[in-house]
């Protein structure tokens, strides 16, 4: 006695169960991949929008006691130098970068200005040195105790000696201009968010 072909249970497995094995792999196959990925580090792309350092957690230039100008919408972005001591020669150095990333910002110049907040007086020589090279410089004070404290849960070398930041119209301390890399990292992001930006 001859049995056909459909009879052969080997030989007719269910389309139904193939489909549902197809539509498994689409469905969780990407998943597994991008967690392998994930696992391993491997084609994940390394690359992020900012090339200087972002400030996290966030901190208000408000947080370290600056007597400057009131911040808000239409205020400028700021390039601010911090030194907690007097701003000696390490210090002058960067107020001189900020000056060349604010005058290379180009036609927007006029929405950021450079600024210098240090935590003692300037002697009077280095007060001359400043007026004499750098006479659109903004100066104001900070408090040593507010500015150290804020600085705690970032890393050991942001809170040594000056450091350069970028602070946007609304006050929030947002880039750190690391001193291993060129100004132009900083100078390439301010053009990205003075560009994004409708605040300052």
């Not at 597994?32 to 580090?41: E, I």
């Not at 992020?48 to 239409?74: C, F, M, R």
Request: aromatic share 4%; proline share 7%; glycine share 6%.
């Amino acid at each position: 006695m001859m049995t056909s072909m459909t009879d052969n249970p080997t030989r007719s497995r269910p389309r139904g169960q193939l489909k549902l094995l197809a539509i498994s792999a689409v469905v969780f196959g990407p998943i597994l991949v991008a967690g392998l990925m994930a696992h391993f580090q491997v084609g994940i792309p390394q690359d992020h929008s900012n090339k200087s350092d972002l400030v996290e957690p966030t901190i208000q230039v408000d947080d370290w006691q600056l007597t400057a100008a009131p911040v808000g919408y239409g205020a400028s972005w700021r390039l601010l130098v911090t030194s907690p001591a007097d701003c000696a020669e390490a210090c002058q150095q960067l107020v001189h970068e900020a000056r060349q990333i604010n005058v290379a910002v180009g036609r927007e110049a006029d929405r950021v200005e450079h600024m210098l907040a240090t935590g003692s007086a300037l002697s009077t020589s280095q007060q001359q040195q400043l007026e004499k090279r750098f006479p659109r410089l903004q100066q104001a004070e900070l408090s040593p105790s507010a500015y150290s404290n804020s600085l705690q849960p970032l890393p050991a070398a942001w809170q040594q000696g000056p450091q350069l930041w970028l602070v946007d119209p609304l006050g929030r301390v947002v880039l750190h201009q690391n001193a291993s890399e060129p100004g132009k990292y900083l100078l390439d992001d301010l053009k990205r968010l003075l560009k994004l930006s409708k605040v300052g």
